[in-house]
């Protein structure tokens, strides 16, 4: 047999008693009743279900609805592209992860990546000849969108800027 503190004169009282030998109130000892295992099958199916509930509308959020990315939630297709009247060149330039590559490369040359909406791009480019001329370029979905070109031997074109806001 438990004891347990009556909810009306607060002395102890058998978890079976139906009055209070004390106080004679009835029901001294509130029950504690389980959940029973459907009910908490049911609570987890509720959470469940609005969570993933919550995590639809997020989507509807990001996307502008379903299936329809929104400039925010979307990537940009960027390319870098180094061209000009040389053969050789220089690049430096900030990659898909953010860090800085560099690397020897034959002109014409193209990098191209996804990149989400506030990214640093940048492009530097320096002619490897003492001949010609050398253009840097970033483009955004196909879009020119920074520039740069220098003539002459051994000069650098440097293109850069934050994407799509």
């Not at 925010?72 to 800085?100: F, M, P």
């Amino acid at each position: 047999m438990a004891l347990a503190t009556c909810r009306e004169c607060g002395k102890e009282v058998s978890t079976e008693a139906k009055t209070c030998p004390h106080c004679g109130v009835t029901n001294p000892v509130p029950s504690t009743s389980k959940a029973s295992p459907v009910a908490l099958i049911g609570c987890a199916v509720l959470i469940v279900g609005v969570v993933g509930y919550c995590s639809y509308l997020g989507e509807e959020i990001r996307t502008n609805g379903p299936g329809v990315p929104s400039s925010a939630a979307r990537g940009y297709a960027i390319e870098y592209s180094v061209s000009g009247l040389t053969t050789e060149a220089s690049v430096t330039y900030e990659n898909e992860q953010g860090g800085t590559q560099q690397e020897k490369v034959v002109v014409p040359w193209h990098k191209s990546f996804t990149a989400s909406s506030g990214k640093f791009l940048y492009l530097s480019a320096q002619n490897g000849r003492d001949f010609g001329g050398i253009v840097a370029t970033i483009r955004v979905d196909g879009q020119d969108f920074k520039k740069s070109q220098s003539e002459g031997g051994y000069v650098i074109a440097t293109a850069s800027g934050t994407c799509c806001r």
